[in-house]
């Protein structure tokens, strides 16, 4: 009987999650729709004067001064300039100066992927993803074509400043340890001096336990429970891969175009093995949520190096506290309503007891990393930091 009561509870937590999840994702999706039609109404009842010139960023004209761009890399569900209409995911930090790029890659592709995506972003080309890799996870070798890179230009004696939010800055890691061991072909001289600087936002680099929450099994990080809020966005993002529709892949994009899931090219018959989990990256584990847990990120943190002639900045994020020998959120005035109920279930998150620690020296009791909860709180240094790297490069 009790049993059952559990399975009861665990369902109506399910439900409960997934409106939740919805209605923040509408009202992101509503947010950015009414941000456009207030621009386009804008536009058509004040008709700008013709002879004033407007500014505009050119991809090949960052390099004002001299000084270096500073590139903001967004986390899992994030979006670039260009995405979701007007709406920005650094607070329009990239309005605030020409320097500032904010590419637009997967929003829920692997860490190796955005990586490889984020450098022919700024140098121009198309994507390749590496013969190996992508045989060995069945995509495509080559991606979208970048006909001008943002920062061509970039090398040794031009290197960036580079600010990642969330899994943006492990992509940023990743990409620079690439360009040391030189896994760029066509580009023999890259090296790890290319990275100026490395300032992480909540970074997720050592793992974030709300994956566990969500539905990812912690025993070995990749498989997900047989219901649970991740199998339900799974079927959400396999079908919406599969619809491809050209309007909302122009607004939105999760950045599994690699893996040609578009019902034009795999018909019915694909959709079927996707859903099914014998293929697509879901059935591969080439996507970014099994590279956040604390298993993905020990496998990937194994390869990586600090340099010396990099400087590595980094802003934690802390939004819970004991109250009564129970953690509990900090406060309901720095997280959004929506999100309240999802904090509270990954402050109360614990290590199960019949599973194995991750690593020697795991805290079993409590682990918690909820690296995105309070992003809207610490953008607003970005700012400041910004201006610091003026300073600095000055």
């Not at 386009?40 to 013709?50: G, I, V």
């Not at 990239?94 to 990586?115: C, F, H, I, N, Q």
């Not at 498989?223 to 607004?251: E, H, S, V, Y």
Request: charge should be neutral; hydrophobic fraction near 40%.
């Amino acid at each position: 009987m009790i049993r059952w009561w559990v399975y009861a509870f665990e369902l109506a937590e399910l439900f409960v999650s997934s409106v939740v999840h919805l209605l923040f994702g509408i009202y992101i999706f509503s947010t950015a729709v009414a941000g456009e039609l207030s621009r386009a109404l804008n536009e058509w009842s004040f008709k700008p004067n013709e002879s004033i010139q407007v500014k505009r960023n050119d991809p090949a004209g960052t390099n004002v001064d001299g000084l270096p761009p500073i590139v903001l890399v967004h986390g899992i569900f994030g979006f670039g300039d260009g995405r979701c209409g007007s709406l920005s995911y650094f607070a329009g930090a990239e309005k605030k100066d020409e320097r500032v790029l904010v590419p637009d890659l997967g929003s829920l592709t692997s860490v190796y992927d955005r990586a490889r995506e984020l450098f022919y972003y700024l140098k121009g080309g198309q994507v390749d993803y590496g013969e190996e890799h992508s045989k060995a996870y069945g995509h495509s070798q080559f991606g979208r074509i970048y006909e001008q890179g943002h920062y061509p230009e970039w090398d040794e004696d031009h290197p960036i400043h580079f600010v990642g939010h969330s899994t943006g800055a492990q992509v940023v890691r990743v990409m620079q340890q690439m360009l040391a061991d030189k896994a760029f072909k066509g580009y023999e001289n890259t090296s790890e001096n290319w990275v100026l600087s490395l300032t992480s936002i909540s970074g997720a680099f050592n793992g974030a336990t709300r994956l566990y929450v969500d539905g990812l099994l912690p025993e070995d990080g990749k498989t997900m429970k047989a219901i649970c809020l991740l199998q339900l966005l799974r079927l959400a993002f396999i079908i919406g891969c599969w619809l491809d529709i050209p309007w909302l892949n122009a607004f939105y994009n999760l950045g599994f175009e690699h893996f040609n899931m578009s019902w034009k090219k795999v018909g019915l018959c694909g959709l079927v093995d996707y859903l099914s989990g014998n293929a697509g990256p879901f059935a591969t584990g080439d996507w970014v949520l099994p590279d956040l847990t604390i298993q993905g990120s020990i496998r990937i943190n194994c390869h990586l190096k600090t340099f010396p002639n990099t400087y590595y900045f980094s802003y934690a994020t802390k939004c819970t506290r004991k109250m009564l020998g129970f953690t509990v959120p900090s406060g309901i005035l720095g997280i959004h309503p929506l999100l309240f109920m999802r904090v509270l279930q990954v402050s109360q998150r614990r290590h199960p007891p019949d599973v194995s620690p991750p690593y020697k020296g795991y805290r079993c009791a409590l682990n918690n990393m909820y690296c995105c909860i309070n992003f809207f709180i610490h953008i607003k240094s970005l700012f400041s930091f910004i201006l610091l790297l003026k300073v600095f490069q000055a």
